[in-house]
């Protein structure tokens, strides 16, 4: 878990164990604090005031991070043509802001600002309209993407709160598949708490780019904000580039048969289609994590599917690749806790190349069953949703 106890400060663990009623925490030393919440954790469920302050410090926690990757001392002196001086505070160890030049903003997450808050928000907007900086060739627009890690991590902190595990599976540098079960039903919130779990927790924070399905690139302004936003089409060719680029990309191999899953199926991985997910690691020579995530299937629970709402879609989306929808009841998500578990890596085997049909098949069916086992594993851990 990347909340862990031992990180905090004694000012925080004495405002949890205060939440928790633990007696005599004032004389306490830093590792009996952390005894005694570990234990109060385990023998009771946590109160809503005690999940209001964790989610508190590990905001806290991340606004301290997120600030030592910038230098607030220096200022960008870049000058656009019409002679707008840039000003932005410069990347740590660079001349330059994250928008020019101090740092690849496709691949890591540092604010420009080097703050998230709606405070930033004129700051982002001046430098929106001036548009004195490039967006990447899949259409990530670094101050677009920052504005909405900042509005979701109010599911990912405060309404999900998503605990995390595994984080250290994460590359640090260079090209990776993160391969995850799906669920959703309505808008793709795996997706999003993906993403912002490596944001959140990695360090560094590198930004995930997810392959969507189709009908997330044909609506009207969902198409430009999905893309600027840092997901990409779900097109080959787009995935390749990625990888070889050197990006994280988060992929989820169930497809649209995993996104409208009944209530009944919740949790029941199904086939990874042909393997192309193998196939394009192992050609760019990039490991896959495999990720397990609880919460995902049970935000909307399905009591139906419906082949004539899917035969629908199709008529005004015929490109969509979609047999059936789901019907849900409730229009906002439920607050089910969250947790996302990221698993070793599986290295490929023959960077380079391309495997034979058997191999991939035979990989994977192994990453699907390692996701199916873990999540067996998390669900009877689990107290309740």
């Not at 220096?74 to 802001?97: N, Q, Y």
């Not at 394009?280 to 009591?303: D, K, N």
């Not at 699907?368 to 594993?377: G, N, P, S, V």
Request: charge should be neutral.
């Amino acid at each position: 878990m990347t909340d862990r106890l031992e990180d905090l400060t004694v000012a925080e663990l004495r405002r949890i164990a205060a939440e928790l009623g633990i007696r005599g925490r004032s004389r306490m030393r830093k590792a009996e604090l952390v005894d005694a919440v570990r234990r109060a954790r385990s023998t009771s469920p946590p109160t809503e005031e005690a999940a209001s302050l964790r989610a508190t410090s590990r905001r806290e926690r991340l606004g301290r991070r997120l600030a030592g990757y910038v230098d607030r001392e220096r200022r960008c002196d870049w000058t656009t043509a019409e002679g707008h001086v840039c000003g932005l505070p410069v990347i740590r160890g660079s001349d330059r802001c994250g928008l020019h030049g101090g740092a690849d903003l496709s691949k890591v997450g540092i604010p420009v600002t080097g703050e998230l808050g709606f405070h930033t928000w004129p700051t982002l907007f001046r430098h929106l309209t001036l548009a004195s900086y490039d967006v990447d060739p899949i259409g990530l627009d670094p101050l677009v993407a920052e504005m909405a890690w900042h509005v979701l991590n109010f599911l990912y902190f405060e309404y999900f709160q998503v605990r995390v595990e595994g984080i250290e599976h994460v590359p640090t540098e260079g090209p990776g598949l993160l391969v995850a079960n799906h669920g959703g039903a309505a808008l793709p919130y795996d997706a999003m708490m993906l993403t912002l779990a490596v944001l959140n927790e990695a360090e560094p924070p590198r930004r995930v780019r997810v392959i969507g399905t189709e009908i997330f690139n044909m609506l009207p302004f969902v198409s430009h904000l999905y893309r600027k936003a840092g997901a990409a089409y779900a097109a080959r060719r787009d995935t390749e580039w990625l990888l070889e680029e050197g990006h994280l990309v988060g992929v989820f191999p169930e497809g649209e048969r995993g996104f409208m899953k009944p209530v009944w199926e919740a949790y029941r991985v199904q086939r990874f289609g042909r393997g192309g997910f193998v196939d394009l690691a192992e050609a760019a020579g990039a490991p896959i994590v495999p990720v397990a995530i609880v919460g995902s299937e049970e935000v909307h629970p399905a009591l139906v599917v419906s082949r004539r709402l899917a035969d629908l879609v199709r008529l005004v989306f015929p490109d969509q690749r979609v047999d059936e929808i789901a019907v849900f009841l409730n229009p906002i998500p439920l607050p089910i806790r969250w947790r996302i578990r990221f698993l070793p890596p599986v290295p490929p085997t023959r960077p380079g190349t391309h495997p034979d049909p058997l191999g991939l098949l035979e990989r994977t069916e192994e990453i699907r069953a390692t996701i199916q086992r873990t999540l067996d594993e998390m669900l009877a851990d689990r107290r309740r949703p």
